[in-house]
């Protein structure tokens, strides 16, 4: 990286005394098996959120949404390459994209859908977007948001802005990994186009979808060339594809999916494999690696935070919400 490893000492230490607070699965077992939604709130007391034990849906999610932000714009101001956050702060630059474009083509206000963790605040975005001041948005999300507003102007098919944006934001992570010059961040982007482009491929072999399509869908730039993702057409040669690698086990269930596996079982795997690769940060002292690992599990644990408290109050079953609890980084 342009920083050398030991200007992140300070970071890095302040993280790993942090890590201890993280939700442990320990944490959320107890969580699901509490005998009613506010004892299972009360519980993320010592993990640093905000009494959520009289809140509803809407509420938690408003919470949980400013705590990644405070979490992220603190971060910000003290690592040494603030590039680092912006890694985890691009995916919500472009569902802010998203969001005002398709509630643009409906005529709806996009305000109580947007989020304030990406790069720009989601009502700053808005008001750009609205003054045709683009030119002071990254030159390729602009480019991708006027592609997607095109097309969905001229098809009015969500999901084919949906995919213009979708390259873009991959294209703007693989820059960010590539200028950072760091081995492990590169590796990380690689294997989420990986997980990206595999559930895309077994969701349209799965709708019986046309090669056209998916090339429509595949993102460039993983481990696994999008050629050869395009040319697997069956249970085997998918499995295949996905041998020896972090994927091995994904690639397995996903071909099982073709033929009536569980879907549930396949996007834990997908997102599981990222997160063991992540673990691997653990061992390394200090540098940028436990930098993106932190902000790796405080995502995940957000997912996982909104997947019990929602589902304990719409009344779902604990084990039902068990089952699609992905692995922890604590």
């Not at 481990?223 to 594809?241: I, T």
């Not at 996905?242 to 997102?271: I, N, Q, R």
């Not at 940060?281 to 996982?304: D, H, N, Q, R």
């Amino acid at each position: 990286m342009a920083n050398k490893k030991e200007a992140f000492l300070c970071i890095s230490a302040m993280l790993r005394s942090r890590e201890p607070k993280l939700l442990t699965r320990e944490k959320a077992e107890r969580m699901l098996d509490a005998a009613a939604f506010e004892d299972a709130a009360k519980l993320l007391s010592d993990c640093g959120y905000e009494d959520m034990s009289q809140m509803g849906a809407k509420e938690i999610e408003e919470s949980l949404e400013k705590h990644r932000s405070r979490i992220y714009e603190e971060l910000g101001r003290f690592c040494p390459d603030s590039r680092l956050v912006d890694i985890f702060k691009l995916r919500y630059d472009y569902h802010n994209a998203k969001v005002i474009l398709k509630a643009e083509a409906m005529g709806q206000d996009p305000k109580r859908l947007l989020s304030d963790s990406g790069r720009i605040p989601g009502t700053k975005l808005l008001e750009l977007y609205n003054e045709e001041k683009r030119v002071q948005l990254p030159e390729t999300m602009a480019a991708a948001m006027e592609e997607a507003k095109t097309v969905l102007a001229r098809s009015g098919n969500p999901q084919a802005a949906d995919f213009i944006l979708d390259k873009a934001y991959y294209a703007e992570l693989q820059s960010l990994a590539k200028a950072m010059e760091s081995p492990f961040i590169q590796s990380y982007v690689r294997l989420l186009i990986d997980s990206s482009n595999l559930r895309s491929l077994v969701r349209t072999l799965r709708m019986g979808k046309s090669q056209d399509f998916l090339t429509e869908v595949l993102v460039p730039g993983g481990n696994v060339g999008v050629e050869r993702l395009a040319a697997s057409g069956d249970k085997d040669s998918l499995a295949a594809l996905y041998v020896h690698t972090p994927l091995e086990k994904a690639g397995a269930l996903g071909a099982e999916c073709l033929s009536g596996g569980s879907m549930t079982a396949f996007e834990l795997a997908c997102d599981n494999a990222v997160n063991a690769y992540l673990r691997g940060a653990k061992l390394i002292s200090y540098g940028s690696e436990p930098v993106i690992a932190y902000m790796a599990a405080v995502e995940g644990e957000i997912t996982a935070i909104r997947m019990i408290l929602t589902g304990r109050l719409a009344g779902i079953a604990p084990q039902v919400i068990r089952e699609r609890l992905r692995d922890m980084y604590a």
